[in-house]
């Protein structure tokens, strides 16, 4: 069964520090991994995807990693701001269909104190 | 911000009452879709289609029904609402790729309650 296991459910943090989120999968076969993250009350916002031949991407202050043997990736933080707090959500596309099928996470849910 | 608009944002009926969730893309994606949430889990594919004229049932075991006459516009409808359907809706869009890269492109949301 296809699979994607989120840790951990919720975290706090205190503003300006760094954490990482992390995300197990057993899809297959994979295609690619994103990560999102939604806001309360609001649709998930994409922050990066990777192929399995990608090991790593940033954007910003979001850096996220992928080891496609081990299937699984972490999305790190740095330097976190009162508007990171929301749920970082995990998925992987598989290539068996021409849908593109997206297998989600239940998500992390990141709550930054001042 | 992707270019998709889902209304209404919140909705609160009866049990009984007949509902349509609108949903409207500017992007010209081919493939659109519908999930389904709950607070605290994961999207649930309830419907999908591959362009005009088409559409799928998802994953999860829906009461709803969905149209696509045009491009931009998928409705999602519930004839007969019930406490069971409260919950949050999803719509997503994207265009059609056959490299991997096919992301999706999610609306704000219909958190519709009924009681």
């Known amino acids: 069964k296809n699979q994607v296991e989120q840790s951990p459910q919720s975290l706090i943090i205190l503003e300006g520090k760094n954490c990482t989120l992390q995300?197990?999968?057993?899809?297959?076969?994979?295609?690619?991994l994103r990560w999102y993250k939604q806001d309360t009350g609001r649709g998930p916002v994409s922050l990066t995807i990777?192929?399995?031949?990608?090991n790593t991407k940033s954007n910003g202050r979001y850096t996220a990693t992928l080891d496609a043997d081990t299937k699984q990736s972490s999305l790190h933080i740095t330097a976190s701001q009162l508007s990171d707090s929301a749920s970082y959500i995990c998925?992987?596309?598989?290539?068996?269909?021409?849908?593109?099928?997206?297998?989600f996470g239940r998500g992390t849910q990141l709550t930054v104190w001042p | 911000e992707a270019d998709i608009y889902q209304t209404p944002r919140y909705l609160v009926i009866g049990t009984g009452k007949k509902i349509t969730l609108e949903c409207s893309q500017t992007?010209?994606?081919?493939?659109m879709y519908w999930y389904q949430q709950d607070p605290g889990m994961e999207l649930h594919l309830i419907h999908y289609?591959?362009?005009?004229?088409?559409?799928e049932k998802g994953d999860l075991s829906s009461e709803s029904t969905v149209s696509r006459i045009r491009t931009e516009h998928f409705p999602l409808t519930l004839e007969s609402a019930r406490p069971s359907h409260t919950s949050q809706y999803l719509c997503?869009?994207?265009?059609?790729?056959?490299?991997?890269?096919?992301?999706?492109?999610f609306g704000p949301g219909t958190r519709l309650t009924v009681l």
């Open positions: 997503a869009s994207s265009e059609y790729r056959t490299d991997t890269y096919n992301e999706q492109f």
């Open positions: 995300c197990n999968y057993t899809v297959s076969p994979f295609s690619n």
């Open positions: 990777m192929t399995f031949s990608e």
């Open positions: 998925v992987v596309s598989d290539r068996g269909s021409t849908l593109g099928r997206l297998y």
């Open positions: 992007m010209g994606h081919d493939k």
């Open positions: 289609s591959y362009g005009v004229n088409s559409t």
